[in-house]
């Protein structure tokens, strides 16, 4: 069968959209992750705040308020807000019957790196020793179990990887994905591409200073975005899910709207943020 041919300048939008949904959602997670560290720690009375590098603590580890609830409260709250925020924008993905592209991309983007984030703190954490780490040495956790825990967190992204990718083939124009090179292309121009230009973005100002961690949990995202490839179009739908509208300008709507967070949060963020500031 022929293949439907797409304009070049489609390819075009369908990438700028793709970075742009990946940087707003990158910068958003970033943002709620470390906001509820943020928030436990004002509970525990820590001094904390966090910008563009991260998550800061006014005391050292040895701190008389670093007790065994307040490590484990905030220590996990980012991983966990990662976990629940993924959940809940794959399931909002799956019941949103009608959906433009971008809003599609970005609720791809934010389920898949929901999830990555989650997992991939423990991973950073672990070569770091600091963080879940510190939570694990805490409880007593001995390398058997991370081991365990990372051959699950494999497992899990894979099982992750072929559900997108299924919403996907539900919501996708037919001609996107019915042959081997459309699929290859679609990945690599809608997913990898995008993928690539925000770890080259993340490791600016870093002085070459990249911890093995660190390519580690870039290259995992592999586990995601691979398994795509191997799905196939379901028999059955769980939601009736209906294919995407053709670009209009809603899309232009709605990456305005990404755009004008993504900016917000970059400012504010830039400026550091932390509770006894906002009160």
């Given at each position: 069968?022929k ?11 369908m990438?700028v959209?793709?970075i ?21 720690s ?31 409260t ?14 809940g ?16 991309l ?13 997992l991939?703190l423990?991973?950073?954490d ?8 510190q ?16 051959a699950?967190?494999?497992?899990f992204m ?20 019915q ?17 690539f230009?925000?770890?080259g ?9 990249v911890?093995?961690g ?28 209906k294919?995407v509208?053709d670009?209009s ?7 305005g ?23």
């Open positions: 069968m293949e439907a041919a797409i304009k070049p300048m489609a390819w075009v939008f990438v959209i793709s742009i949904a990946i940087l707003t959602a990158h910068f958003f997670i970033d943002f709620i992750c470390n906001f509820s560290a943020l928030y436990f004002y509970d525990f009375d820590i001094p904390a705040h966090f910008d563009l590098s991260g998550l800061h603590f006014g005391i050292d580890d040895s701190h008389p308020l670093w007790t065994f609830d307040s490590a484990v905030i220590y996990l709250s980012r991983p966990l807000t990662a976990l629940i925020f993924g959940f924008v794959f399931l909002l993905s799956m019941r949103m019957k009608r959906k433009q592209l971008s809003s599609l970005f609720l791809i983007w934010a389920n898949i790196l929901g999830f990555h984030t989650a991939s423990f991973v950073e672990a070569f770091t020793q600091t963080g879940v780490y939570v694990m040495q805490l409880m007593h956790i001995n390398v058997i179990f991370l081991v365990m825990f990372a699950l967190s494999i497992y894979i099982i992750i990887g072929i559900m997108n990718g299924r919403l996907l083939y539900l919501s996708l124009p037919a001609r996107l994905m042959s081997a090179r459309q699929k290859y292309l679609f990945l690599l121009l809608a997913f990898v591409l995008p993928w230009l925000l770890v973005i993340t490791m600016i100002g870093k002085d070459g200073q911890l093995f660190e390519i580690m949990m870039n290259l995992s995202i592999g586990f995601i975005l691979f398994p795509f490839l191997l799905t196939k179009k379901p028999d059955h739908q769980l939601f009736r899910i294919t509208n670009m300008y809603r899309d232009l709507m709605i990456v709207i990404l755009l004008i967070l993504m900016a917000v949060l970059l400012f504010w963020m830039k400026q550091g943020v932390s509770i006894t500031a906002m009160l």
